[in-house]
């Protein structure tokens, strides 16, 4: 009982104000107090400061009480000061509820060393105790009290004036006023004997005080709880000194004492993590003779523990969401971005609502709106980067469905409105299925304008897959136009006859109505508008109208093929369609003219697109008709004038021919009987000279028959053209050859040349 309480706690202590007044920097403090298990107590904690004259024991006291290292005076000595400025330390014992008490040992009063400076720096420390302390122990000798200066009244006046200054300003808790009686000796004069004594002075001392008018009725019990304890002489008592010892210390740390000190009731709700910046706040304000205004201070405190804890929040907040932010830098789809960032935002603000809810609430409030503000901000900015990386690929998803659901042959789809449809809508669900499992929760995000915009882009692209499907469909259109309708004209044009006009004109309207019927079927799976079905239908008629002239005009390049083998069908073939054989009584002037008239009506059935009843009679290229829409001309009357002019030239020399063959016939049929006979008499000896000769027999029958055959195939005049050239060529060979014997060329002399 007569050692110094042992300690299983750090017993550093911390010099939070030197003898200079300067305050210990807020870094520096913490760094010194993070063994203490401190910072992080929340309200669970308690401040105990102890005030007194000057090598009163104050230390010593403390040392006992709570276990803390205090430096104590070495009497041997003599009576100098020890503690300078304010020291704090942890106790060992804790309260009953396992909370921390810190304990002030301030510099004692009245102290030789600082002279006449005194009184105002025991003003400023004081003030600093009672800003901070729930507890201000009065440490004062038993022969004191009723003294002045060694009763410390001096020293209370100055605690109420500040006290009242403080309350007046916040209106807060009471302070609790332990005054401790050291060296009583109780038979010599009671305690409650000396407990009437300070009452009364504290009394008096109030009345004393010029008050603000809403105080002025107002007593000291108001403003403060006083409790008494005695301690009996160190040395002379020793026994009963620790016993008093250890009875004061259970009233600091039994709960369940009737007198128990440390209350709810005198807590000044500082937080722990913020007690070191708030002291030194407080301080600073001492020091500089401003009026304390606590609840300022303790709104300035707010700001600033409120500040470092949303940093701190918000640090692992980035830290958390570190790599998600660099996935999206990288243009990465970031998967379950919603769950990410709203766990990483609600452990944000659970972060920092805890220890935060323990300062000025306003301040807190407004604080955590900040930090909210700037988390929904960073993750803000990450989803408009999502919501960009998802459009994009949106756009792409898009692309590919279209692209599978698209017919694989190239041809036009059947209903795109039911494709577009299916196609849309997965998109627009690929993006919110996304978009949404990308929001915050709780937040007021919108993808909104990212959809619009996504819609936008589908729609253009949508359009222009439209308009190629439409036009793959009016091509398809087109070739089945040219399938059903032009291939068969093939077989009429290649024989055209007067009446083709009438049946291409019935295929031509069957054909197209039933292509109107399908294309208007086609249409309706393409929701297009009754003014947009209307186009592509007339779009229908004008494809067909142009693919029939364009027909009729690649026809009418092989017109004069056409119109020659019509000819040589009408002139040069019977009825029988033999090679005509031409008569000496056949009028081949009246046959040629027929067929050139005949064959010229080809002109006029090409030269319009006869698609009405009434263009049959039209005569178009005899200048008869002059309001003909040139949409239906196919051959221009000058184009038609060219052919007309070359057929009449090349059909010239089937005219003559025919001529040349008639003379022949008439030359051969003119030989009179009696001629023939008499060659038969006097050739009788070559006949039977061919008849009993094989070779002479074989070669007379060949050129029998091949006479024969030209004659029956009405080649006598072409063969005896060939015969008389032969025979001319010859001619004139032989002629060269007599005059080169008639007249040689004279052989050089070389010895002339010589």
Same mark, same amino acid.
């Given at each position: 009982m007569g050692d110094t309480p042992k300690t299983e706690v750090n017993n550093k202590l911390v010099q939070i104000i030197d003898g200079d007044g300067q305050f210990t920097p807020v870094d520096n403090l913490r760094e010194q107090i993070k063994d203490w298990d401190f910072l992080n107590k929340g309200f669970d904690y308690f401040v105990v400061a102890i005030l007194g004259c000057q090598s009163s024991g104050k230390s010593t006291l403390l040392n006992y009480l709570f276990g803390t290292s205090f430096q104590t005076m070495e009497a041997q000595e003599g009576r100098t000061q020890t503690t300078l400025g304010v020291w704090m330390g942890r106790s060992k014992a804790k309260s009953a509820k396992d909370e921390t008490i810190l304990v002030f040992d301030v510099e004692g009063t009245d102290s030789r060393e600082r002279g006449e400076q005194a009184a105002m720096f025991e003003r400023?420390?004081?003030?600093?105790?009672?800003?901070?302390?729930?507890?201000?122990?009065?440490?004062?000798?038993?022969?004191?009290?009723?003294?002045?200066?060694?009763?410390?009244i001096a020293l209370l006046k100055t605690v109420f004036e500040l006290n009242l200054q403080l309350f007046s300003k916040k209106g807060g808790t009471k302070t609790l006023i332990l005054f401790l009686i050291r060296d009583h000796i109780p038979r010599e004069t009671p305690l409650e004997k000396l407990k009437g004594i300070i009452l009364k002075d504290m009394s008096n001392i109030w009345e004393s005080l010029i008050k603000p008018p809403e105080f002025v009725?107002?007593?000291?019990?108001?403003?403060f709880d006083f409790q008494f304890t005695a301690l009996p002489h160190k040395v002379l008592a020793e026994d009963e000194f620790y016993k008093g010892i250890d009875a004061l210390r259970s009233r600091f740390v039994d709960a369940h004492s009737p007198e128990f000190i440390l209350g709810k009731e005198y807590h000044k709700?500082?937080?722990?993590?913020?007690?070191?910046?708030?002291a030194e706040n407080i301080w600073q304000v001492v020091k500089e003779n401003k009026d304390l205004d606590l609840p300022t201070q303790k709104e300035m405190l707010a700001m600033y523990r409120c500040d470092e804890i949303s940093a701190e929040a918000k640090r692992h907040f980035d830290e958390t969401m570190a790599s998600t932010r660099k996935s999206l830098e990288k243009g990465e789809l970031v998967q379950n971005f919603g769950p990410t960032a709203t766990e990483a935002y609600q452990n944000a603000l659970v972060e920092y609502d805890g220890p935060s809810s323990r300062y000025h609430p306003d301040v807190a409030k407004n604080k955590r709106e900040v930090l909210a503000n700037k988390l929904n901000d960073d993750l803000y900015a990450m989803f408009q980067k999502l919501l960009l990386r998802l459009l994009e690929r949106s756009v792409t998803f898009f692309e590919k469905q279209l692209a599978d659901a698209l017919p694989k042959d190239g041809s036009a789809v059947l209903e795109f409105g039911k494709l577009k449809e299916e196609v849309v809508n997965a998109t627009l669900k690929y993006f919110r299925d996304i978009a949404q499992g990308s929001l915050l929760s709780g937040s007021n995000w919108s993808y909104?304008?990212?959809?619009?915009?996504?819609?936008?882009?589908?729609?253009?692209?949508?359009?222009?897959?439209?308009?190629?499907?439409?036009?793959?469909?009016?091509?398809?259109?087109?070739?089945?136009?040219?399938?059903?309708?032009?291939?068969?004209?093939?077989?009429?044009?290649?024989?055209?006859?007067?009446?083709?006009w009438?049946?291409?004109?019935?295929?031509?309207?069957?054909?197209?109505?039933?292509? %109107?019927? $399908? @294309?208007?079927? *086609?249409?309706?799976?393409?929701? #297009?508008? =009754?003014?947009?079905?209307?186009? &592509? !239908?007339?779009?229908?008629?004008?494809?067909?109208?142009?693919q029939l002239k364009e027909k009729f005009q690649e026809k009418a390049k092989y017109l004069p093929f056409l119109m020659s083998k019509k000819f040589e069908q009408l002139f040069n073939l019977d009825e029988n369609q033999l090679p005509?054989?031409?008569?000496?009584?056949?009028?081949?002037? %009246?046959? $040629? @003219?027929t067929? *050139?008239?005949?064959?010229?009506? #080809?002109? =006029?059935?090409?030269?319009?697109? &006869? !698609?009405?009843?009434?263009?049959?009679?039209?005569?178009?290229?005899?200048?008869?008709?002059?309001?003909?829409?040139?949409?239906?001309?196919?051959?221009?009357?000058?184009?038609?004038?060219?052919i007309k002019d070359k057929f009449y030239k090349d059909t010239q020399s089937n005219y003559l021919q025919a001529l040349r063959d008639q003379e022949n016939v008439n030359s051969v049929s003119s030989i009179p009987a009696f001629v023939i006979i008499l060659i038969l008499i006097l050739g009788f000896d070559e006949f039977w000279a061919i008849l009993t000769s094989p070779l002479l027999l074989i070669l007379t029958v060949?050129?029998?028959?091949?006479?024969?055959?030209?004659?029956?195939?009405?080649m006598l005049g072409p063969a005896q053209s060939i015969l008389q050239g032969l025979f001319r060529t010859s001619l004139k060979g032989a002629q060269v050859m007599i005059q080169k014997q008639l007249n040689p060329t004279p052989t050089p002399d070389p010895k002339k040349d010589n």
């Open positions: 400023k420390t004081s003030l600093f105790s009672l800003a901070l302390a729930e507890v201000l122990i009065v440490n004062m000798w038993h022969t004191d009290v009723g003294r002045y200066n060694a009763g410390n009725n107002s007593k000291a019990e108001d403003f709700d500082v937080p722990a993590d913020g007690f070191v910046p708030y909104e304008q990212e959809e619009r915009e996504l819609v936008q882009i589908i729609n253009k692209q949508i359009a222009v897959v439209k308009k190629v499907q439409l036009e793959k469909l009016m091509k398809e259109i087109k070739t089945q136009f040219n399938t059903t309708v032009l291939k068969p004209l093939d077989k009429i044009l290649e024989n055209p006859v007067p009446e083709m009438s049946q291409i004109r019935d295929n031509f309207k069957a054909g197209k109505e039933k292509l %109107s019927q $399908f @294309l208007q079927d *086609r249409l309706q799976g393409y929701e #297009l508008s =009754e003014e947009e079905t209307v186009e &592509r !239908l007339e779009e229908l008629q004008m494809n067909s109208f142009t005509r054989r031409w008569k000496p009584t056949d009028d081949i002037k %009246s046959f $040629f @003219l067929a *050139r008239e005949k064959t010229e009506s #080809l002109l =006029e059935q090409f030269s319009l697109l &006869r !698609l009405q009843d009434e263009h049959d009679s039209l005569k178009y290229l005899d200048n008869s008709t002059s309001d003909v829409d040139d949409k239906f001309v196919i051959l221009t009357r000058d184009e038609a004038q060219v060949m050129l029998g028959g091949g006479f024969y055959v030209v004659y029956m195939m009405n």
